[in-house]
């Protein structure tokens, strides 16, 4: 287990270049078991996340090149088990994503409940009713054990929640089943959207793409394919964060205009001085401003994955802001340990945190990342306060985020990593 040791108080200037979508990294792996075929992608982020599908990946039967770099090359000959390995799954909410392709090569699917961050809050009803609608039997029990007798066949389905993982275990399903499989209430994000693009390169038929209504015309061979992962508008809203609340000034390159506005929107509202220019979305000094209300919601709304972040960045704008995360119940809560760091937020109920600014940050506490995004934002309150913070462990922060320290101390932050 690592520490980050940050001496705060330093304004972080400079460049940085977000890598691929992690959030589209995962669906796209486990879319390479769908073929005998050889698969490429490119721009693949170097992170925590990556690197545990893929070895899953190796631990189904396939042959995976390139673990650590940003191309990697899959080749899933045979699959030589339905039980992917349980200490990989429970370390991983994405390899939920290996249902489907499982199930369509195996007609089998034996999988551990899947880990990640706050993993006895996030269900997967939503796969498991979908599924049910393709012609497949659940076995009760904590595990999920899946089979398709009569192999899978197309359906016509409303999803009861507009779901990520749900649409893409539905896509991954239904992409080598013959006839035409309806999805109402799908999600949108742009994730989504590189999978249903991945899986026509790969010979299914996907219309609708973007929208809640998808339909996808199953091939009865799919073949290899190769892809270019977008860049992480996650990631790149995070930077544009780290800049507001050291009052420094990045260029982030890498991130699409279309995806990065649903960030930019409320650093805008919050006086934050941002913009894309030719391909680089830039964030200058600024002094943040409260905004009444900062809701999160489905695609194309504010992201929850960023709402950590911008709370803390409330603690540094003039005003009060109520932040309001009804999606998750936990990932406000590990916000309240900047009230040692002098942060003024009152947690009024598990959705929803009120936040008095500005208030200078005083270092000197460990503070503990218990889900990725909490993580990182603790790390931007320990780069803005006074002093020393201690952030642990690092590890998950690293699951989504590309050679963080490095990255750090190129922009100019003092920290130290220490094992």
């Known amino acids: 287990m690592s520490t980050l040791l940050i001496e705060g108080g330093h304004r972080l200037e400079g460049r940085v270049a977000v890598e691929g979508n992690k959030n589209a990294a995962l669906p796209l792996l486990a879319a390479c078991l769908l073929t005998e075929d050889e698969c490429v992608l490119t721009n693949v982020p170097r992170i925590g996340d990556v690197e545990v599908m893929a070895r899953l990946l190796l631990d189904l039967g396939a042959e995976v090149d390139g673990i650590g770099t940003t191309t990697l090359r899959v080749r899933a000959k045979k699959i030589k088990t339905h039980e992917p390995d349980r200490s990989l799954v429970s370390r991983l909410r994405g390899s939920v994503l290996l249902l489907g392709p499982l199930l369509a090569r195996t007609g089998r699917a034996h999988i551990a409940p899947p880990g990640g961050d706050f993993p006895a809050r996030r269900t997967i009803s939503t796969h498991l009713e979908a599924l049910q609608e393709m012609g497949v039997r659940a076995a009760s029990g904590p595990d999920h054990i899946l089979e398709a007798p009569n192999g899978l066949k197309a359906a016509s389905m409303y999803l009861y929640e507009a779901s990520v993982t749900g649409t893409e275990t539905v896509l991954l399903a239904a992409a080598s089943v013959p006839g035409t ?31 809640s209504k998808l339909r996808a015309e199953g091939a009865t061979r799919l073949h290899g394919a190769e892809h270019r992962l977008g860049g992480d508008y996650i990631e790149a809203g995070s930077w544009a964060v780290i800049a507001a609340i050291t009052g420094g000034e990045i260029a982030i390159d ?20 941002c913009g894309m220019r030719g391909g680089t979305f830039k964030v200058k000094p600024s002094k943040p401003k409260a905004v009444r209300r900062i809701t999160t919601g489905i695609w194309p709304a504010f992201p929850s994955d960023l709402v950590s972040l911008v709370t803390v960045l409330a603690t540094q704008a003039e005003g009060r802001t109520l932040v309001h995360d009804w999606m998750y119940e936990l990932r406000l809560f590990a916000l309240e340990q900047m009230s040692g760091m002098g942060a003024d937020m009152f947690l009024a109920d598990a959705h929803r945190i009120i936040v008095q600014g500005p208030t200078r940050l005083r270092g000197g506490r460990v503070l503990d990342t218990r889900d990725l995004r909490s993580g990182m934002s603790l790390i931007a309150a320990g780069l803005a306060a006074d002093g020393q913070t201690r952030v642990a462990p690092l590890e998950t922060v690293e699951r989504g985020y590309s050679q963080l320290v490095e990255r750090l101390t190129a922009l100019g932050a003092k920290i130290a990593k220490v094992e």
């Not at 309806?182 to 219309?207: D, I, N, W, Y």
């Not at 890498?254 to 001085?273: F, H, P, S, Y």
Request: proline fraction near 2%; charged fraction near 25%; hydrophobic fraction near 45%.
């Open 254 to 273: 890498g991130a699409r205009d279309e995806d990065i506005e649903v960030v930019a929107a409320v650093l805008t509202r919050m006086n934050v001085e």
């Open 181 to 211: 499989t309806e999805v109402r209430h799908a999600a949108t994000e742009p994730h989504v959207v590189e999978l249903c693009e991945f899986l026509q390169k790969m010979g299914a038929g996907v219309s609708g793409i973007g929208s």
